[in-house]
C-alpha cells in the first residue's frame, strides 16, 4: 500500500471510463516541486554502478550499499539504468530489478527529495517501454541514450523521442562516439530541445566544440529556462560547471551555465563531488573564479584520465571506477556482466598514482566510517 501511495504521487490520474485506461503519460510540470527546485539549482547525480558477486550474478547488498552511500553523501539524485550501470543489464533481465531496488532503497534511506533518473535505451519501442516501466517505478525522468539510433536521419531521430517524451519527462544524453555515442549537430539539438517534455539535456560528448553545439542549440530554441544543463563531461567537470556561455540570439547575448554534473565519475568519491560542486556554484555567482578552483580541474581530469582508462581508449572505463568502489570495500570486485570489460592494461597503476598524487579528492574516510552500516 505504502509503495502505491508513493507511486500515486509521481503519477498523474486518468481521466475517462475505467475500462481501457492507462496512466497518463508523465509531464515535466507534473513533477513534485521540490524535486524540480533540485534539478533545477543543480546537484550531483551519480551515475550508478552494478554491483555483481565473482559469478558475475546480481549482489543486491552490494547495490543498496551503493545507493545508501550516494544518499548519506549528499547527492541530489541517481541516474540508474545507465552506462555506467551497463547497458546490458537489459539482455539479462536486470533492467526492472536494478531501477527497482534502487528506487526503494533511496526511498528508506531518505526523506529529502532525490531527483529519480531512469536510462532509457534501444530502438523505439523498446525505449517506450523502458519509460513506462521507470514511470510506474516512481522515476522523474528518462535519460535517453541515441546509440541504438545509429545511422538513422534526424527526423527519425527527432520522432524517436518524441515517442519516449509522450511518457516521461527527458534528460538528453550527448554520449561520447568512444563508447558508442553519435555525433549530432547543432541543428539536431535545437529541435530536439523543442521537445516540450525535454526537462534536462546531459553533455558527454568529451569534445569542446560538440559541448558548444548543444548549447547553441537550447539557446537557439528559446528553451534555456526550461530545460537545465548538466555536464557529463568526465574529462571537463570543474571548468563546464564555472564558465558562463553566453550565446547570441536576435541580436542578444543569452548566458546560460551549466548547473550540476550526471557522471560516471562521480560513482565514486561522492562527498568530494558534492563539496566540489558547492564551491563551483558559490563561485560562479560571484562572477570570480579562483586560482586553487581552476588548478582543481586538472586535478579531477587527471583522475578521470585514470579512472576511465583514457590511455587505453576507454577500454577499463566502467572497471576503474568499480576498482575505486573495491578498493573502499563497497564492491567486492570489479566484474562486469561481459567478462571482456576488465581493467586496461595499466590502469590499476594509473589509479595508484592518482591516488597518491590527489588525497584531497578522495573520501575513503567517510566510506571506511560508513561502510559497514552500509552492507548491514
Known amino acids: 500500500m505504502a509503495r502505491k501511495q508513493a507511486q500515486a504521487a509521481y503519477l498523474p490520474q486518468c481521466e475517462g471510463p475505467a475500462e481501457g485506461r492507462r496512466v497518463v503519460a508523465?509531464?515535466?510540470?507534473d513533477l513534485p516541486a521540490d524535486v524540480l527546485a533540485v534539478l533545477r539549482k543543480g546537484t550531483v547525480i551519480p551515475a550508478h554502478p552494478l554491483a555483481?558477486?565473482?559469478?558475475?550474478?546480481?549482489?543486491e547488498r552490494r547495490q543498496r550499499a551503493l545507493t545508501r552511500y550516494y544518499v548519506e553523501a549528499g547527492s541530489g539524485g541517481l541516474a540508474v539504468g545507465v552506462h555506467t550501470t551497463q547497458f546490458a543489464i537489459r539482455d539479462v533481465g536486470l533492467y526492472e530489478p536494478v531501477l527497482s531496488l534502487a528506487m526503494q532503497t533511496a526511498r528508506e534511506a531518505t526523506k529529502r527529495p532525490l531527483v529519480m533518473i531512469a536510462g532509457l535505451a534501444g530502438k523505439t519501442a523498446q525505449a517506450v517501454k523502458e519509460a513506462?516501466?521507470?514511470?510506474?517505478l516512481g522515476y522523474h525522468a528518462g535519460l535517453l541514450s541515441l546509440a541504438a539510433m545509429k545511422g538513422a536521419s534526424e527526423d527519425e531521430i527527432i520522432e524517436h523521442a518524441k515517442q519516449v517524451a509522450a511518457e516521461i519527462p527527458l534528460v538528453g544524453f550527448y554520449l561520447q562516439p568512444a563508447v558508442g555515442g553519435i555525433v549530432l549537430p547543432a541543428s539536431f539539438w535545437k529541435r530536439f530541445a523543442g521537445i516540450e517534455n525535454v526537462v534536462a539535456i546531459k553533455m558527454a560528448p568529451f569534445n569542446r566544440y560538440r559541448t558548444l553545439d548543444v548549447i547553441r542549440g537550447v539557446v537557439e530554441a528559446?528553451?534555456?529556462?526550461?530545460i537545465t544543463l548538466y555536464t557529463g563531461n568526465d574529462d571537463h567537470i570543474v571548468l563546464d560547471l564555472v564558465t558562463p556561455f553566453v550565446v547570441v540570439r536576435d541580436g542578444k547575448p543569452v548566458t546560460v551555465r551549466i548547473k550540476g554534473g550526471l557522471l560516471g565519475h562521480w560513482s565514486c568519491w561522492v562527498q568530494r563531488a558534492v563539496e566540489l560542486l558547492d564551491r563551483a556554484q558559490k563561485e560562479a555567482a560571484q562572477s570570480s573564479v579562483s586560482a586553487e578552483m581552476l588548478a582543481l580541474d586538472s586535478q579531477v581530469t587527471d583522475c578521470n584520465a585514470a579512472i576511465f582508462d583514457v590511455a587505453n581508449?576507454?577500454?577499463g572505463v566502467i572497471c576503474g571506477c568499480h576498482e575505486i568502489l573495491r578498493r573502499q570495500g563497497l564492491l567486492e570486485g570489479t566484474w562486469c556482466l561481459d567478462p571482456k570489460e576488465t581493467l586496461g592494461p595499466g590502469q590499476k597503476e594509473e589509479i595508484d598514482r592518482v591516488y597518491a598524487a590527489y588525497p584531497h579528492l578522495n573520501d575513503d574516510a567517510f566510506v571506511r566510517a560508513n561502510v559497514e552500516r552500509w552492507l548491514a
Not at 508523465?26 to 510540470?29: A, C, D, E, I, K
Not at 528559446?222 to 526550461?226: N, V
Open 313 to 315: 581508449d576507454f577500454h
Open 52 to 59: 555483481l558477486n565473482a559469478s558475475r550474478q546480481f549482489d
Open 26 to 29: 508523465l509531464r515535466w510540470n
Open 222 to 226: 528559446g528553451a534555456e529556462d526550461r
Open 132 to 136: 513506462q516501466t521507470a514511470r510506474g
